[in-house]
C-alpha cells in the first residue's frame, strides 16, 4: 500500500495553514514549555476547535522576536476533527449518502475565522486549506525567502523598534550589495550559521538565489531566498554586511570569511528583531 493509499483508508488527510505573526511577544515558533511561542498559541487553539491537538510541521522555526508573514504549517487530521472543518453548515439536512465533502472550502473559511477570533492580534492565519496528501510544509519546501530591515539614521523610531534594526552610523549601500554579491550560489555557510546540537555532524551547504539590499539611505531593506537557511544564517549574513557598509570589513573579505568555515571569522550575527519570513516556495504553485 502507498502512501497516498494509506491515507485513503485511514481517513486522515493533511490541513495546511497560512501564517503572519508578529514574533515581538514569542520566544520563536516551536513549541518550548514554561516560554510562549507561536506553536504554543496555535496548538491549544486548534484543540479547541477540531477537539484534539495535532502535530503541527512549519516551514520555518522562526527565532525569539522574529517576525512572519509567509509562515506555512501542516497538520495531519481525521475522524471527528476532519468532519468538524469539512463538514458545511447544511450537512445534516442532506439526503443520505451525499459527501461530507460538499461545501468544505466554505468550512475551511469558517476554520479560518474560528482561529483568528482565538489567535487575534499577534497571529492571523491568512488561509486555511487541505492540501494534497503527502504535502509537508517543512520537507516539501523548494525555498523560502526572507527580509531584513535596518534604519539607518542618528536617531532610532520608537514606533517600529521592533520591526527594524537601528544603526546609526552612515552605511554604504553599495558595499553592502557587493558583500552580499558574493554569497549567491551554493556555498558552505558553516561561518554564518549556528551549528545544531543535535545534528554536529549536518551540512550547512544551502543555495542562495538571491540578495540585495535597496532603500533610501534611511530605510534599508535587505532581500535574500535560499532552498534552505540554517539557524542564524539571515541575521549573521547581515550583521556582516552592515559591518562592511560601516567600514569595519571589505566586502572583499567575504569570499574568505565563507572559505574559513568558522563563525569566528564573521561579524557579529544582527539582532532578531528586524527580521521577517516572507515567502515560502512549493513546487507548482505561484507565490501568494
Known amino acids: 500500500m502507498n502512501e497516498h493509499e494509506a491515507a485513503e483508508s485511514s481517513g486522515q488527510r493533511t490541513v495546511r495553514l497560512d501564517l503572519a505573526y508578529r514574533g515581538t511577544g514569542f520566544r520563536g515558533f516551536a513549541a518550548n514549555e514554561g516560554v510562549r511561542t507561536v506553536a504554543g498559541e496555535l496548538s491549544p487553539a486548534l484543540e479547541r476547535i477540531l477537539g484534539e491537538a495535532p502535530v503541527l510541521t512549519a516551514a520555518g522555526r522562526t527565532d525569539a522576536g522574529v517576525h512572519a508573514t509567509a509562515q506555512v504549517v501542516s497538520f495531519r487530521i481525521g475522524g471527528d476533527g476532519l468532519r468538524r472543518i469539512t463538514r458545511s453548515r447544511n450537512s445534516d439536512s442532506r439526503p443520505e449518502g451525499q459527501s461530507d465533502n460538499v461545501g468544505g472550502p466554505?468550512?475551511?473559511?469558517?476554520?479560518?475565522?474560528?482561529?483568528?477570533?482565538?489567535?487575534?492580534?499577534?497571529?492571523?492565519?491568512?488561509?486555511?486549506?487541505?492540501?494534497?496528501?503527502?504535502?509537508?510544509?517543512?520537507?516539501?519546501?523548494?525555498?523560502?525567502?526572507?527580509?531584513?530591515?535596518?534604519?539607518?539614521?542618528?536617531h532610532p523610531d520608537p514606533r517600529c523598534a521592533d520591526l527594524e534594526w537601528h544603526v546609526a552610523a552612515p552605511l554604504d549601500i553599495g558595499e553592502m550589495n557587493a558583500a552580499a554579491g558574493h554569497l549567491v550560489g551554493e556555498h558552505d555557510f558553516t561561518?554564518?550559521?549556528?551549528?545544531?546540537?543535535?545534528?554536529?555532524?549536518?551540512?550547512?551547504?544551502?543555495?542562495?538565489?538571491?540578495?540585495?539590499?535597496?532603500?533610501?539611505?534611511?530605510?534599508?531593506?535587505?532581500?535574500?531566498?535560499?532552498?534552505?537557511?540554517?539557524?542564524?544564517?539571515?541575521?549573521?549574513?547581515?550583521?556582516?554586511?552592515?559591518?562592511?557598509?560601516?567600514?569595519?570589513?571589505?566586502?572583499?573579505?567575504?569570499?574568505?570569511?565563507?572559505?574559513?568555515?568558522?563563525?569566528d571569522s564573521a561579524a557579529a550575527i544582527a539582532p532578531p528583531h528586524g527580521l521577517t519570513l516572507v515567502a515560502v516556495r512549493y513546487p507548482g504553485e505561484l507565490s501568494r
Open 106 to 154: 466554505e468550512r475551511l473559511e469558517r476554520l479560518t475565522s474560528s482561529l483568528n477570533r482565538l489567535l487575534n492580534p499577534e497571529i492571523a492565519v491568512t488561509a486555511a486549506s487541505l492540501a494534497e496528501d503527502g504535502f509537508d510544509a517543512r520537507h516539501s519546501a523548494t525555498a523560502r525567502a526572507y527580509e531584513y530591515r535596518v534604519r539607518n539614521t542618528a
Open 191 to 263: 561561518s554564518f550559521c549556528r551549528r545544531p546540537k543535535n545534528r554536529p555532524d549536518a551540512s550547512l551547504v544551502r543555495t542562495v538565489s538571491a540578495a540585495r539590499w535597496s532603500g533610501d539611505g534611511a530605510e534599508l531593506l535587505f532581500e535574500i531566498e535560499a532552498n534552505a537557511f540554517c539557524h542564524q544564517m539571515v541575521r549573521a549574513i547581515v550583521g556582516q554586511c552592515v559591518a562592511v557598509g560601516r567600514g569595519d570589513r571589505a566586502a572583499g573579505d567575504v569570499p574568505a570569511v565563507l572559505a574559513a568555515r568558522s563563525r
